[in-house]
């Protein structure tokens, strides 16, 4: 259990805080690593918003309690486009399940700083592009640095902050404040899983098939008469 008012007196720093993106492509389903790196004064916002109570301590239940508003509040802002490719995806809002492990660091660490850590399984599936969407405007946070941890097996054909980009650029940063609310964007474009067609050509090879079998059966039919 924490108090307010020694939460107040962490250190000296009162600068902005920072938020880190980790997209780990590693494993057969894309992992979103998500932290919050909060400065003094935004350490003592928060755990004035997490005592409810008012009774100036910040107790576990409360912690709890508020760690489960401030996951919901990053899957509203969150939002997940994957598809074939780039020009053509689906978007949805993140959802609570996928997160496996949301976490606060003590409020009363020694060096002012305190990290709140979420890590969300991304349901991508094969798709080839994967497109996050941050929209999480916080006025306590004036940095967000990206990295993009790529597969051995399926290096990024493209990767960075721009879809429409052919670059590969594994990790780059955002400005929080020269973004004037827009949005963050981390982009990444793989190549078809090995042994998978693309879709495209499954279509083609379908409708090549129907076709020798519709003239086979006509010549068939042209025998017999």
């Given at each position: 259990?924490?108090?307010?008012?020694?939460i107040?007196?962490?250190?000296?720093?009162?600068?902005?805080?920072?938020?880190?993106?980790?997209?780990?492509?590693?494993r057969?389903?894309?992992?979103?690593?998500?932290?919050?790196?909060?400065?003094?004064e935004?350490?003592?916002?928060?755990?004035?918003?997490?005592?409810?109570?008012h009774?100036?301590?910040?107790?576990?239940?409360?912690?709890?309690?508020?760690?489960?508003?401030?996951?919901?509040?990053?899957?509203?802002?969150?939002?997940?486009c994957?598809?074939?490719?780039?020009e053509?995806?689906?978007?949805?809002?993140?959802?609570?399940?996928?997160?496996?492990?949301?976490?606060?660091?003590?409020w009363?660490?020694?060096?002012?700083v305190?990290?709140?850590?979420w890590?969300l399984?991304?349901p991508?599936?094969?798709?080839n592009?994967?497109?996050?969407?941050?929209?999480?405007a916080r006025?306590?946070?004036?940095?967000?640095?990206?990295?993009?941890?790529?597969?051995?097996?399926?290096?990024?054909?493209a990767?960075?902050?721009d879809?429409?980009?052919?670059?590969?650029?594994?990790?780059?940063?955002?400005?929080?404040?020269?973004?004037?609310?827009?949005?963050?964007?981390?982009?990444?474009?793989?190549?078809p899983?090995?042994?998978?067609?693309?879709?495209?050509?499954?279509?083609?090879?379908?409708?090549l098939?129907?076709?020798?079998?519709?003239?086979a059966?006509?010549?068939?039919?042209?025998?017999?008469?």
């Amino acid at each position: 259990m924490a108090t307010t008012a020694a939460i107040a007196h962490l250190g000296h720093d009162t600068g902005g805080g920072e938020r880190s993106i980790t997209l780990d492509l590693e494993r057969e389903t894309p992992r979103l690593r998500y932290a919050l790196g909060l400065r003094a004064e935004a350490l003592v916002a928060e755990a004035t918003r997490a005592d409810t109570n008012h009774d100036g301590q910040v107790s576990k239940d409360e912690e709890a309690h508020h760690l489960d508003a401030l996951s919901a509040e990053l899957c509203r802002s969150l939002e997940l486009c994957t598809g074939p490719s780039h020009e053509s995806v689906h978007c949805r809002p993140a959802e609570p399940r996928w997160i496996e492990r949301a976490s606060m660091s003590d409020w009363t660490t020694t060096d002012g700083v305190g990290r709140l850590e979420w890590s969300l399984a991304l349901p991508a599936g094969d798709a080839n592009s994967i497109r996050l969407v941050d929209r999480w405007a916080r006025s306590d946070v004036v940095r967000t640095d990206v990295v993009i941890m790529p597969s051995a097996t399926r290096p990024p054909r493209a990767a960075g902050p721009d879809p429409g980009s052919r670059a590969v650029t594994l990790s780059f940063a955002f400005d929080d404040a020269l973004l004037a609310g827009a949005p963050r964007t981390v982009a990444v474009e793989l190549p078809p899983r090995a042994g998978k067609l693309p879709v495209q050509l499954l279509i083609v090879a379908g409708a090549l098939l129907t076709a020798l079998v519709v003239a086979a059966t006509v010549r068939r039919r042209r025998r017999r008469n």
